[in-house]
């Protein structure tokens, strides 16, 4: 089963791209794509990267445009790119990956028969090799039908309780590749900024949407100044 990663970008991600990547590569599964979406940029931006990315293991591709795009553009760019994969899971440029958190992914999909995958994720100021612990097998942490569309247009837990306690990055979704097929990220200026949520409540529409919510912290969130309109 093939499951590929979808990132969006834009000119001012391009030095902490090189961090995620190198993310990937570290990957005690190694995803059989990567598709870069990166905006306000041309293809020669990219240039010193070409030797860099000889070095990696899996597929890159990076497309670039001049024009500025929103982030659900950039997202859509990215996976469209990926219809050849059974999974798509989406991070943010600036973000850092758990070393185990493809091969979590797939085996929580394959074991459960996931259509969307939401997790925690840590958001310390400080990150270093020691932020990410290994996850033995007996210790990963998966709730199976256990979130719902939240009124203001998200995705939340069923159990109050666990709504203080276990954070949900809607932006490093995972989901079947189908879904990506019928739901696609809004780009309306309207949904500027929340995107991410608004896509998951859709696919939360969906009839018969099996779901699964990772405890384990999966994915280094880095907050940035990168919060735009426009890439």
């Given amino acids: ?105 797939l085996k929580v999909f394959q074991e459960n028969d996931s259509d969307i995958i939401l997790h925690d994720f840590l958001d310390c100021e400080i990150y270093d090799n020691d932020s990410f612990k290994k996850i033995e097998n007996e210790n990963i942490d998966v709730r199976i039908d256990s979130l719902k569309q939240c009124y203001s247009g998200c995705i939340t837990h069923k159990d109050y309780n666990y709504i203080s306690i276990n954070k949900i990055h809607h932006g490093h979704v995972s989901i079947k590749q189908y879904i990506f097929n019928i739901v696609q990220f809004p780009e309306e200026p309207s ?3 929340k995107e991410d949520c608004i896509f998951c409540y859709r696919v939360f529409s969906l009839p018969n949407i099996k779901d699964s919510y990772i405890v384990n912290k999966l994915t280094y969130y880095k907050p940035s100044n990168t919060q735009i309109l426009y890439f």
């Fill in 1 to 105: 089963m093939k499951i590929g990663v979808a990132i969006p970008a834009y000119f001012g991600h391009i030095e902490s791209l090189i961090y995620l990547l190198d993310s990937i590569q570290k990957q005690t599964i190694i995803p059989a794509k990567v598709v870069v979406s990166c905006s306000s940029t041309k293809e020669s931006d990219f240039d010193f990267f070409s030797e860099k990315t000889k070095q990696y293991s899996f597929s890159i591709q990076i497309i670039t445009s001049e024009e500025k795009k929103c982030a659900a553009q950039n997202r859509n760019i990215a996976a469209a790119k990926l219809s050849d994969m059974d999974y798509i899971t989406f991070i943010d440029a600036d973000d850092i990956m758990h070393p185990q958190r493809i091969e979590i992914l």
């Fill in 191 to 193: 949904f500027y900024t």
